[in-house]
């Protein structure tokens, strides 16, 4: 009998080692949550960019092309004065 009870004591004695580790675990878990919360507002944002980006460069395109139809009819204009 006393074989079982030293058993019956080694098993609680690992069982509250288990136990020990939930904290431990919750708190990596809520570390990661975290983290990917963070990616995920950071790769949001990195698309807003790249939009962005997008974007003045087609202005930057159109400008340019507006540019040379101006300095085209500035060249005919003087051409004719």
Known sequence: MNKYLEQLVLLSK???E????EPKIDSINK???DAELKIGKINTDLEKIDEEIKDIENQKVQNNAHISEFSAKIKELSKKS
């Open 18 to 21: 288990i136990d020990s580790y």
């Open 31 to 33: 570390t990661l949550k």
């Open 14 to 16: 690992i069982d509250q």
